[in-house]
């Protein structure tokens, strides 16, 4: 049996996870999250220094009502772990630590975990085991296109050479006077619009490549907002044209390095991964191409530490702990 506690704070969410792994079976013992998306809301987007100092605030009690909610004594812990990036350093700095300082004095292992692996073990912590498959990352600071082996064997096919997707849905979200965070509320607008009323275009769709651009998408909203005075009487239409781009970038790209591989399943994870729309359009491509969808549980997509604590899990199983010397990593890069 393994019992692992887990610190997320990469950004603006504070979080605090206990998974364990008993006789094979690993139960996610609560996973709780303490949002800033109010406070950041009034500017528009995160503030690192706001956000550091909450996470600090927030930290101590959130694991205490951890602990009480799993029902288990710190002591019964047998690995800690945090995010070591990527991600904003004042706020990696937080998290990172408070686990590192437990595991020094409960004399347990430490391990820095990767935010962007904890999203791409997300769909299988139910399984508890890391099969091949291709997975899209599509989240509000990365987009990436991953052949995964096994577990800890990644090769990057692809990622955006600009603004990831959720990146991008968020600033056109901005532009269209929209409330922060601007993804959910284009997928809102979106249902009810034609998404055939605007002729957005599709970056590097045709090229060989398998990476993404959605900067240009970005800026063609934009210029179609300055251009046209009744943009406000066409909302809807316009966020539905914006989304279906976004999405037959992510899926065309997504069935392109498929047929490159011999992998037979597909996951989707990150923040955005909770757009309905971009499930169906790849869950309908999976199914033309004979292929299992693996889709993360939306308390999974976000940031959260439940995902830290599956990568922790692996990484306790795997490997020895990390030397406590070791620093964040804001720009650690996934799969490279």
């Known amino acids: ?27 996610l013992l609560t996973s709780l999250v303490s949002s800033q998306i109010e406070i950041h809301r009034q500017f528009g987007g995160v503030v690192p220094e706001v956000a550091c100092r909450n996470h600090s605030q927030r930290i101590a009690p959130l694991i205490e009502q951890a602990l009480e909610e799993a029902q288990i004594e710190l002591d019964e812990i047998d690995a800690f772990v945090g995010t070591q990036g990527p991600g904003l350093a004042s706020s990696l700095l937080v998290g990172f630590s408070y686990a590192k300082a437990l595991a020094v004095a409960n004399g347990k292992p430490f391990y820095g975990i990767n935010h962007m692996e904890g999203h791409l073990l997300s769909p ?89 651009s959605f900067s240009g998408l970005k ?5 179609e907002v300055q251009r046209n005075q009744n943009w406000r009487d066409q909302l809807d239409d316009l966020c539905a044209s914006f989304q279906t781009a976004v999405i037959d970038c992510l899926v065309g790209k997504t069935v392109k390095a498929l047929s490159e591989t011999n992998h037979q399943r597909i996951s989707l994870s990150g923040g955005v991964a909770c757009n ?21 549980p939306p308390a999974l997509t976000t940031d959260n530490a439940g ?30």
């Open 1 to 27: 049996m393994s019992t692992v506690l887990a610190i997320e704070s990469s950004c603006d969410e504070t979080a605090v996870a206990v998974i364990k792994r008993n006789e094979g079976k690993v139960s």
């Open 124 to 212: 299988f912590l139910s399984q508890g085991f890391i099969p091949p498959h291709l997975a899209l990352i599509v989240s509000g600071g990365h987009t990436m296109l991953i052949d995964v082996q096994g577990y800890q064997k990644y090769t990057l096919f692809g990622r955006t050479l600009d603004d990831a997707a959720g990146e991008a849905f968020d600033k056109v979200g901005r532009m269209l006077s929209l409330p922060y965070p601007g993804g959910p509320e284009i997928e809102k607008r979106a249902h009810q619009g034609n998404p055939s009323s605007f002729k957005f275009p599709r970056a590097l769709l045709k090229d060989s490549s398998l990476n993404f």
């Open 219 to 223: 800026t063609s909203v934009l210029y």
């Open 276 to 296: 309905k729309a971009l499930q169906s359009a790849l869950l309908e491509q999976s199914r033309r191409l004979g292929c299992v969808l693996e889709v993360a």
């Open 307 to 336: 995902m830290i604590a599956f990568a922790g899990l692996l990484a306790f199983e795997n490997r020895s702990g990390d030397p406590l010397c070791k620093g964040i990593d804001p720009n650690w890069a996934l799969g490279e």
